[in-house]
């Protein structure tokens, strides 16, 4: 038996597989140094799948961390024995019926896949790359010059 062909797991692109790794990814994704580029492989992953028909997108619920405090629905979105959301598209609020609000009693399966593989798996099955060297901002490009700190009297204007 050959090792290397059980370990690779490009080999193996299961809808089972891929939904692990999708789990896994976003799992690891909120502490990621590079949370960006996880989240766009897990939203590359889940749209092909719902293409290929190896997922479905089951409706919509209602976000429980909704930007700038207001109602923001996500896509609800099956694949094997795990759930998953991603962002809407504007054909999605008219042909998905809307779920409400988030159950929170349930839970994905646990999968005990190392990111790295669940990198590796993703990445052969979208065909996306990571960019080792993400692009700078611009707070790290500044360079910091001292300046004195300025003392006024009480009540003088600083500029």
Request: proline share 8%.
């Amino acid at each position: 038996m050959d090792d290397h062909n059980r370990l690779d797991p490009a080999t193996k692109q299961s809808t089972e597989n891929l939904a692990q790794a999708i789990y896994t990814i976003n799992r690891h994704a909120k502490t990621a140094p590079n949370p960006k580029f996880l989240y766009t492989l897990k939203k590359k992953a889940l749209i092909k799948l719902v293409f290929e028909g190896k997922a479905k997108k089951e409706g919509l619920h209602f976000s429980n961390n909704p930007k700038f405090s207001k109602q923001q629905s996500d896509v609800l979105v099956s694949a094997g024995d795990y759930y998953f959301h991603m962002p809407p598209t504007k054909d999605d609020f008219n042909q998905l019926p809307h779920l409400g609000s988030l159950n929170q009693t349930y839970r994905n399966p646990k999968a005990h896949m190392p990111l790295s593989k669940a990198k590796i798996l993703l990445q052969s099955y979208v065909g996306m790359k990571e960019d080792k060297h993400p692009p700078k901002t611009n707070q790290s490009k500044r360079t910091h010059t001292y300046e004195k700190p300025v003392f006024k009297k009480l009540g003088e204007s600083y500029r």
